[in-house]
């Protein structure tokens, strides 16, 4: 199976639909591989609280139109990083799109974990509550998004659910950029499951970006890694390697604590 990840940069003085299109003609410049996967909210950059209500999308708005038909195109696996979107309701969610090869969108994931503090995409955003995974013929994707990459029990649920590769699109700061490389290190470990980490390159909204996107095999080896700058990561992996090894090294069968209930 072969990945391309598009680290791509956010800038500032280039409009959406720019990027779109942009962002559109590198998807379609991969075809030949299986998977393409974008960042985070790379139509408006990770950290542009300012623009998430004025650019948010619904789930068949323009950057959904333009990236179906950048998959069908290039006869791709999609995963189209987040959007900001307007929910009926008017919420805003961090919102993942995955396009088959046709066009259609096989499945969208709103981000369960936001990051802020209180403050940014934590006020300004609602909280998704479903995991979410993709079958695409070679392997079940697991599907998360950056900040919940420091939450360990939403892996271990996608891994329940038949995760065997996990893919995280991510506006990952420069300033924890080691963080970046040692969880999705460890969530490839403890899940025996290939991680595929997409962030964005540059600054945006005054904010360096760690670049460096990175797959992880399920003994948690790199395979491969992207520097700080745009770049296109292409790989190519056996997934049959995460039965292989979760039979070679039982682990998850030793099992003792579940997924902690949720809070009401």
């Known amino acids: ?27 379609r410049e991969q075809a030949g591989v299986d998977l393409v996967v974008l960042p985070e909210l790379w139509t408006t950059g990770a950290f542009a609280y300012e623009s998430f209500a004025t650019e948010a999308e619904t789930l068949d708005g323009a950057t959904a139109e333009v990236m179906a038909k950048a998959a069908s195109d290039a006869g791709v696996w999609l995963h189209a990083g987040s959007v900001p979107e307007r929910a009926p309701d008017g919420t805003l969610y961090n919102t993942s799109l995955v396009f088959s090869p046709s066009g259609d969108l096989a499945a969208a994931y709103r981000k369960i974990h936001r990051f802020g503090f209180d403050k940014g995409e934590a006020v300004l955003m609602g909280a998704g509550d479903e995991l979410v995974t ?3 013929p070679e392997t079940t994707v697991g599907v998360a ?35 970046w490389t040692l969880l999705a290190r460890a969530r490839a470990v403890e899940n025996q499951a290939f991680v595929l980490a ?48 979760r039979d070679q090294f039982p682990v998850l069968k030793d099992r003792v604590l579940g997924l902690a209930a949720p809070r009401g």
């Open 1 to 27: 199976m072969r990945a391309s990840l598009l680290q791509i940069y956010v800038k500032a003085a280039e409009s959406v639909d720019s990027r779109r299109r942009r962002v559109a003609a590198l998807v």
């Open 134 to 136: 993709v079958r695409l």
């Open 145 to 179: 998004t950056c900040y919940d990459l420091r939450f360990p029990e939403l892996f271990r649920g996608l891994v329940d659910a038949g995760a065997e590769t996990l893919v995280v699109p991510a506006g990952w700061p420069e300033r924890r950029r080691g963080h």
């Open 198 to 245: 997409c962030g964005t390159a540059g600054t945006h909204a005054d904010v360096p970006q760690a670049g460096h996107s990175i797959v992880v095999d399920p003994w948690g080896e790199v395979l491969a890694e992207a520097g700080p700058d745009e770049e296109v990561l292409t790989v190519e992996f056996d997934p049959g390697r995460v039965a292989a090894t």
